[in-house]
């Protein structure tokens, strides 16, 4: 009969380890859900914060565009860089280049607080380099960076979402 017990309790304690491990397992796998599911809400988040860093290209002359920057969120973004402005790939015609003007011109800003903006010159050149003129409200695709408060690389072209970068980007 003590056998009998013994063989019980064994059983018993096995079961109850069963138990426990099961238990643990379900909460486990509900936090690891949750996890996942802020993860993902923290991330969609931040890309609604990069979102608000807009860019817009007014005509200043026949030849010349200010490509502009704005920082619309509610913090500092850092190392704001225009890194390409090129016509629309579907429309025929000459090239686009950054000018390499210095000072309010520049193309590259180290901080940029809310409700900032950067601007930079962009010329439209033929093959040999000079400024030919063209019409306004031609298509143009202008291509971005920056780093935002989280310390998170992010890339836009306009008219698109930004993309992340998982480290800084080679220019």
């Not at 609604?48 to 002359?61: C, D, Y």
């Not at 913090?75 to 280049?97: C, F, K, M, N, Q």
Request: glycine share 8%; with cysteine; charged share 20%.
């Amino acid at each position: 009969m003590g056998e009998l017990w013994s063989a019980i309790g064994a059983l018993s304690g096995a079961g109850a380890m069963a138990v426990t491990v099961a238990a643990w397992w379900t909460q486990h796998r509900r936090t690891l859900a949750v996890d996942r599911e802020a993860t993902a809400r923290d991330a969609k988040a931040a890309q609604g914060r990069a979102a608000l860093v807009i860019t817009s290209a007014p005509w200043t002359s026949s030849t010349t565009i200010h490509v502009q920057i704005t920082n619309g969120g509610s913090t500092a973004i850092t190392d704001v860089e225009v890194i390409d402005v090129r016509r629309h790939p579907a429309l025929p015609g000459d090239s686009w280049r950054l000018a390499t003007a210095s000072g309010p011109n520049a193309r590259t800003a180290c901080l940029l607080q809310p409700r900032e903006s950067l601007t930079a010159k962009v010329e439209l050149i033929d093959g040999s380099g000079e400024p030919v003129s063209q019409a306004v409200g031609i298509g143009l695709v202008v291509v971005f960076r920056f780093l935002d408060a989280d310390g998170q690389w992010w890339r836009r072209e306009m008219g698109r979402p930004p993309q992340r970068y998982e480290a800084q980007p080679a220019v």
